[in-house]
Each structure stands twice: as structure tokens, then as C-alpha cells.
């Protein structure tokens, strides 16, 4: 088996924690998954979701209607490193 390169190891959530995460209902967030609508991957009959992979699927689709409604869309304001 390869060994990991990442310096964290990956985050993963079940449904109940996802559901939080995203202040919605269970049944939303199995909805999703279950139509591959949301990044998630099955364990057995258990679904498991990378945090990275819910936190560019929240930003990808707030941009997307954003876009949809005309807003501007900014980029975030790069940190100098510097205070």
C-alpha cells in the first residue's frame, strides 16, 4: 500500500454530519447523493462525503447563481502574510 503524501489526513463525514454542516434535513442530503447530485462515494448502504469535496461543491454552486442572477463575482481578497 502507497503511503499518503498529504500532511492532514482527509476528512470524511456521514450523512447526519453533512446535514449539519449544511443546516439542511437528512432526507435533503440523501436525496442529493442518491442522484448524484452532491460529491459522495457508498460504503456498503452507508454514504461517506470529503469535506474538501462539500466545501467546492457549496462554492461552485454559489457562484453558479450568482452568476445565473447577474451578481458580480469576486474573487476573495488575497492574504499577504502580513499584519
Known amino acids: ?6 500532511a492532514m489526513p ?10 449539519d454542516y449544511l443546516h439542511v434535513s437528512l432526507s435533503t442530503v440523501h436525496r442529493l447523493a ?5 460529491p459522495a ?3 456498503g448502504k452507508d454514504y461517506r462525503f470529503g469535506r474538501d469535496e462539500i466545501d467546492k461543491w457549496m462554492t461552485d454552486r454559489t457562484i453558479e447563481v450568482l452568476k445565473k442572477s447577474g451578481a458580480a463575482v469576486r474573487a476573495a481578497p488575497k492574504k499577504t502574510g502580513t499584519h
Open 10 to 19: 482527509r476528512r470524511f463525514m456521514k450523512l447526519a454530519e453533512v446535514a
Open 34 to 38: 442518491r442522484h448524484g447530485l452532491i
Open 1 to 6: 500500500m502507497k503511503p499518503h503524501d498529504d
Open 41 to 43: 462515494f457508498r460504503i
